[in-house]
């Protein structure tokens, strides 16, 4: 049977269809899913793209069919000035392999392990802090920023067994800076960013300080002695990267080591925050889900820090974070490029194509999704997770090239809830607005979340 022509969305106005993805890319692709299924093409500003948003589509594009396609796609051209030639967005996959193959067991569940205190040292910390604040009339907590930090402190401890805080602030701001002008021009590629506009001064700056965050990090343990170079304490992931060897023996050189760990910095801080900020918000609009994590965190802990061993008791704590990672992935969206061409349920897929999968959307599809929009744990019970198809849910992706962090981030997600959830709640203000999500090249809290800290 010969291939179908795609539908396209947005046919009759080429600049009336940038601006309406310009102005709310969600609502953009979310009409045009309901319009025209869940393959289309578009054409913002003339860059061909195509949305796949069907389970059997993820599995072709990134497990099955995965040589025909790579990551030579317009968003991770956007991402590439920032992130380089790290395991994120690097396109060759021949180094990509290579790399991968480096630091896939520095980032195993039982490595993942040894981290573990430093995720709860720090969210305990966090927690005192909110405690011996100074407090006024409306006080409240801005979650996103808490989180954040906290966020950061435990990348700088794993990574760097340092507390480089203050450096790290910068960092925060840098990145926040940088994903705001990658994002809108994402969304609206014009002027380009070679052009010396302010927007682009504004994304060299942030460039630039993420950059001497990361290289005075690296130089200062290559200054130190040689224990803190080979580890004869608990190696942190620097000292494993810096000893970490190809099939030929070889190590990184520093340019690609710096390109890694400055990857590491932005996926760890960014799925961190996005996503207990949303958890924290979710839980406050839902107070019966709550109620059943307090249950939980009683019942398993009895009030002490959790360990490493209480993952697998944390069961619903950890049905939360996946619910969470439903509704708002931090990592909302990715892409791929064809590298030949390809025919998806019976539609051709030009070479040359970008291909866009969307988890907002492919997370809320109606088929494999009940009541969408409503936040139910019980959605990720055995039995659910059972009945639905495996690529409906793709929160770090899929096949070779999923997260590398997906262990250490579910880790700390869960650690980091419960370890709140012992004693504390973050309560919604009285007429406290809704928090929208803003699609960047990742997806936040627009405002930010803000919730008042109370005892249990």
């Given at each position: 049977?010969?291939?179908?022509?795609?539908?396209?969305?947005?046919?009759?106005?080429?600049?009336?269809?940038?601006?309406?993805?310009?102005?709310?890319?969600?609502?953009?692709?979310?009409?045009?899913?309901?319009?025209?299924?869940?393959?289309?093409?578009?054409?913002?500003l003339g860059i061909p793209m195509i949305l796949a948003n069907h389970p059997d589509h993820i599995q072709h594009i990134l497990v099955d069919g995965e040589e025909r396609y790579d990551k030579n796609a317009?968003?991770?051209?956007?991402?590439?000035?920032?992130?380089?030639?790290?395991?994120?967005?690097?396109?060759?996959?021949?180094?990509?392999?290579?790399?991968?193959?480096?630091?896939?067991?520095?980032?195993?569940?039982?490595?993942?392990?040894?981290?573990?205190?430093?995720?709860?040292?720090?969210?305990?910390?966090?927690?005192?802090?909110?405690?011996?604040?100074?407090?006024?009339?409306?006080?409240?907590?801005?979650?996103?920023?808490?989180?954040?930090?906290?966020?950061?402190?435990?990348?700088?401890?794993?990574?760097?067994?340092?507390?480089?805080?203050?450096?790290?602030?910068?960092?925060?701001?840098?990145?926040?800076?940088?994903?705001?002008?990658?994002?809108?021009?994402?969304?609206?590629?014009?002027?380009?960013?070679?052009?010396?506009?302010?927007?682009?001064?504004?994304?060299?700056?942030?460039?630039?300080?993420?950059?001497?965050?990361?290289?005075?990090?690296?130089?200062?343990?290559?200054?130190?002695?040689?224990?803190?170079?080979?580890?004869?304490?608990?190696?942190?992931?620097?000292?494993?990267?810096?000893?970490?060897?190809?099939?030929?023996?070889?190590?990184?050189?520093?340019?690609?080591?710096?390109?890694?760990?400055?990857?590491?910095?932005?996926?760890?801080?960014?799925?961190?925050?996005?996503?207990?900020?949303?958890?924290?918000?979710?839980?406050?609009?839902?107070?019966?889900?709550?109620?059943?994590?307090?249950?939980?965190?009683?019942?398993?802990?009895?009030?002490?820090?959790?360990?490493?061993?209480?993952?697998?008791?944390?069961?619903?704590?950890?049905m939360i974070i996946d619910e969470t990672l439903r509704i708002y992935s931090p990592a909302y969206q990715t892409m791929r490029h064809a590298r030949e061409e390809d025919v998806i349920a019976g539609?051709?897929?030009?070479?040359?194509?970008?291909?866009?999968?969307?988890?907002?959307?492919?997370?809320?599809?109606?088929?494999?999704?009940?009541?969408?929009?409503?936040?139910?744990?019980?959605?990720?019970?055995?039995?659910?997770?059972?009945?639905?198809?495996?690529?409906?849910?793709?929160?770090?992706?899929?096949?070779?090239?999923?997260?590398?962090?997906?262990?250490?981030?579910?880790?700390?997600?869960?650690?980091?809830?419960?370890?709140?959830?012992?004693?504390?709640?973050?309560?919604?203000?009285?007429?406290?607005?809704?928090?929208?999500?803003?699609?960047?090249?990742?997806?936040?809290?627009?405002?930010?979340?803000?919730?008042?800290?109370?005892?249990?």
């Open positions: 049977m010969t291939p179908q022509a795609l539908p396209t969305a947005g046919a009759r106005e080429l600049f009336g269809g940038a601006l309406a993805f310009k102005r709310d890319q969600l609502g953009f692709l979310a009409e045009n899913v309901d319009r025209h299924g869940d393959l289309f093409r578009f054409r913002p317009t968003i991770f051209k956007v991402v590439r000035p920032v992130l380089r030639d790290g395991l994120i967005a690097i396109a060759d996959k021949e180094r990509w392999s290579r790399q991968r193959r480096m630091m896939a067991p520095h980032f195993t569940p039982r490595t993942v392990a040894s981290f573990v205190e430093n995720m709860t040292v720090e969210t305990v910390r966090m927690v005192e802090r909110w405690e011996h604040r100074p407090r006024s009339a409306g006080d409240l907590l801005d979650v996103t920023d808490e989180v954040g930090q906290l966020a950061l402190r435990i990348v700088n401890r794993s990574l760097f067994s340092a507390d480089v805080s203050r450096a790290a602030q910068a960092f925060e701001r840098a990145f926040g800076a940088a994903n705001d002008v990658l994002g809108s021009f994402f969304r609206f590629p014009f002027p380009p960013l070679s052009w010396p506009t302010p927007r682009r001064r504004r994304l060299r700056r942030a460039i630039d300080d993420m950059d001497r965050f990361v290289s005075g990090v690296i130089s200062e343990r290559l200054r130190g002695s040689d224990a803190e170079r080979t580890g004869t304490a608990q190696p942190d992931l620097l000292t494993l990267l810096l000893n970490s060897v190809d099939d030929d023996g070889n190590a990184m050189d520093l340019e690609q080591l710096h390109h890694e760990v400055l990857n590491l910095c932005i996926g760890a801080f960014e799925t961190t925050t996005n996503t207990l900020s949303w958890a924290f918000y979710l839980l406050a609009r839902y107070p019966h889900v709550e109620e059943r994590l307090h249950a939980e965190v009683d019942a398993v802990l009895g009030g002490r820090v959790p360990v490493f061993e209480d993952l697998p008791r944390l069961r619903y704590t950890r539609y051709r897929i030009p070479a040359g194509s970008n291909v866009l999968l969307n988890s907002y959307l492919l997370h809320r599809h109606p088929e494999f999704w009940p009541d969408p929009e409503t936040f139910d744990p019980d959605n990720f019970t055995p039995e659910r997770v059972a009945a639905r198809p495996k690529h409906a849910y793709i929160p770090f992706g899929s096949g070779r090239r999923v997260c590398i962090g997906k262990h250490f981030a579910l880790t700390e997600l869960t650690l980091a809830l419960a370890t709140v959830a012992r004693k504390h709640r973050l309560v919604l203000p009285e007429q406290a607005p809704v928090v929208r999500p803003e699609p960047l090249i990742t997806l936040h809290p627009r405002g930010g979340v803000h919730l008042r800290l109370a005892r249990r």
